[in-house]
């Protein structure tokens, strides 16, 4: 049992560069989540989905974008990555009412 | 506006000694609050959950206190042991409505167990 699963682990980008971090859940959970840890700012909501089609904005998500086309996946993208965008990305996953699962975390560089 | 904060950054015990890390919170639509911990180069992963219906719950080693009219829990470790040494984060959500789905989380505690 995978949990959940993202993808990439590491990435270093230059500044205006795009990407798309992949997260995939395989347990049915209908929340799914992406945060952002930088030092001493514990973990920041960027988005969020309640169920396939669906997306929310969270504390921080101006330079990012989310699509879930698909109950399983949770994709995050950066349409111009910025210095300001280096951080350690995690994905979660729920249901109502549960805790939370995680992913193991993507850092990403943006030089 | 933080709506969970944990005011200690770092905290350090011996080991066989008791850990407490604190955690308030001020959304008072709150009424679900959880344990993480987390490893360097890991994911948080879960560790204990308490509802507002109870102002306790205990597992193992573990145990959380919350006090609703303080918005104030607390993670008690007995004994903590070398291998307890993380991060540890508050978290909070409601149990309705739109609070229900966003998972709040406070900047952390680096708990360091000397042995």
């Known amino acids: 049992n995978a949990g959940v699963t993202q993808t990439p682990k590491f990435r270093v980008l230059k500044t205006g560069q795009s990407m798309t971090l992949l997260c995939a859940q395989d347990?049915?959970?209908?929340?799914m989540y992406w945060y952002r840890q930088d030092p001493g700012m514990g973990l920041r909501l960027i988005h969020y989905s309640v169920g396939e089609g669906t997306t929310a904005k969270g504390e921080v998500p101006d330079g990012y974008n989310v699509s879930r086309l698909k109950k399983q996946n949770f994709l995050l993208g950066l349409e111009s990555a910025a210095p300001s965008q280096t951080s350690v990305y995690f994905c979660a996953s729920k249901q109502p009412n549960t805790e939370a699962f995680f992913g193991q975390g993507t850092r990403l560089t943006v030089v | 506006d933080q709506q969970v904060k944990q005011n200690s950054p770092s905290l350090s015990v011996q080991e066989g000694r008791i850990s407490i890390l604190n955690c308030d919170y001020t959304n008072s639509m709150f009424d679900y609050f959880l344990w993480y911990k987390k490893y360097p180069a890991e994911g948080p992963t879960f560790l204990i959950s308490i509802s507002s219906i109870k102002d306790k719950n205990e597992d193992g080693r573990f145990t959380v206190f919350l006090n609703k009219s303080a918005k104030h829990l607390s993670l008690h470790i007995v004994p903590s042991q070398p291998g307890d040494s993380a991060v540890y984060f508050c978290?909070?959500?409601?149990?309705?409505?739109?609070?229900?789905?966003?998972?709040?989380f406070g900047k952390g505690t680096l708990l360091t167990v000397n042995p």
């Open positions: 347990m049915n959970h209908e929340y």
């Open positions: 978290a909070a959500s409601g149990s309705s409505g739109g609070s229900n789905y966003k998972l709040t």
